[in-house]
């Protein structure tokens, strides 16, 4: 297939949002509502229905497909500061997992915490293998602080046209901040000192 974007063919965008007023038993934030944000992309895999040792394919133009997913997670944003996110993958039914995971590296991650800005945190990441309607659930920790308990959470997408069998959904979601009414104790950002966010 001729490529779209990059050297990759993608068949489409996709992009969601939503924003939390008021928690499960009916109180009001406390503070801000909570915005989360899903940005996706239907690519189509080249190694689809063949087991391949190299996957360079899917990983060498990564880190432009990364700055792609940054820019538009910050345009879906709109000025919302992002404290949180995660990324994930659904591997159409004629691929492997580990195609989902070869879009996901270090590669495609790095452009995405460059956009968001500091996000010096490890990215949770989850994924599956699926057809079109697939739901997913997206784990969220904080950009700067992986142990910051109160910013554990989940988005959960589906895209009602893919994957198709073909195709790779490459996933990307963010929070504009922790759960409302969060109390379970633990690291708070304010004990966050070290240099990478993580002591």
Not at 28 to 36: I, L
Not at 44 to 65: K, T, V
């Amino acid at each position: 297939m001729d490529p779209t974007f990059a050297s990759y063919h993608i068949r489409k965008w996709y992009a969601q949002s939503d924003e939390t007023l008021v928690n499960e038993t009916g109180r009001p934030a406390d503070g801000e509502p909570v915005r989360k944000f899903v940005i996706a992309c239907a690519v189509h895999n080249p190694y689809a229905g063949q087991f391949s040792e190299d996957l360079s394919r899917l990983i060498d133009d990564s880190p432009a497909l990364g700055a792609e997913f940054g820019r538009r997670l910050l345009d879906l944003a709109s000025g919302v500061p992002i404290q949180s996110y995660g990324k994930s993958c659904i591997v159409g039914v004629n691929g492997e997992y580990e195609h989902g995971n070869a879009l996901l590296t270090t590669a495609f991650a790095n452009p995405v915490r460059e956009a968001i800005g500091g996000a010096k945190a490890w990215i949770p990441s989850t994924g599956k293998r699926g057809g079109p309607g697939t739901e997913i659930d997206i784990p969220l920790a904080h950009k700067d602080a992986l142990y910051v308990r109160s910013h554990y959470d989940t988005v959960t997408a589906s895209f009602a046209d893919g994957p198709d069998p073909d195709e790779i959904l490459v996933i990307m979601a963010a929070a504009s901040r922790g759960r409302l009414h969060a109390r379970l104790g633990g690291l708070t950002l304010d004990d966050m000192t070290g240099e990478d966010g993580l002591t």
